[in-house]
């Protein structure tokens, strides 16, 4: 019989670590799909130094100016919308700036001024230059007209 004192101690497991998301090219985090406010924040905190504290603004801004808005994350991009009107507005990252796409931005005064589809607008945020006044306006005209509508904005 072996002796108590010499037997190996039990191994024991390391605590699971969550797993850093793959950062696609130009920064933007590969987020799996999902809906609530969970995957967005997810997707915030992936992002690096200015573009992770622009985001997390942009977030804040959307929520204040848009109450009860309804969050998701398709396509590795974060979509803010409103129940039976569809999806209003969404951003993703690219290496040099932030891409936000108003999905009715024809509709919003002034025009943002980027973009050449039947209705879709958007502007482009660099380092430093987020105008949150501008924004705000732009979020709170884009809750008066009917977004991108899709079966999934509930989620």
């Known amino acids: 019989?072996?002796?108590?004192?010499?037997?190996?101690?039990?191994?024991?497991?390391?605590?699971?670590?969550?797993?850093?998301?793959?950062?696609?090219?130009?920064?933007?985090?590969?987020?799996a799909k999902g809906y609530g406010d969970a995957p967005v924040q997810a997707y915030i905190d992936a992002l690096s130094d200015w573009k992770r504290d622009a985001c997390r603004r942009i977030d804040e801004l959307?929520?204040?100016?848009?109450?009860?808005?309804?969050?998701?994350?398709?396509?590795?991009?974060?979509?803010?919308?409103?129940?039976?009107?569809?999806?209003?507005?969404?951003y993703h990252v690219f290496a040099k700036y932030i891409k936000v796409t108003f999905f009715a931005g024809t509709s919003l005064?002034?025009?943002?001024?980027?973009?050449?589809?039947?209705?879709?607008r958007w502007i482009d945020v660099y380092e430093g230059q987020l105008d949150e006044t501008q924004l705000s306006k732009w979020l709170k005209q884009s809750a008066k007209h009917p977004g991108w509508v899709t079966n999934d904005i509930a989620g």
């Open 1 to 31: 019989m072996a002796d108590k004192e010499h037997a190996k101690p039990a191994k024991r497991k390391a605590p699971a670590r969550a797993k850093k998301p793959v950062l696609l090219s130009g920064g933007n985090p590969q987020i």
């Open 109 to 120: 005064k002034p025009e943002p001024p980027g973009g050449k589809t039947d209705d879709a």
């Open 62 to 90: 959307i929520t204040r100016s848009i109450p009860g808005v309804s969050k998701a994350v398709k396509w590795n991009s974060p979509f803010y919308g409103i129940e039976g009107q569809g999806w209003i507005v969404n």
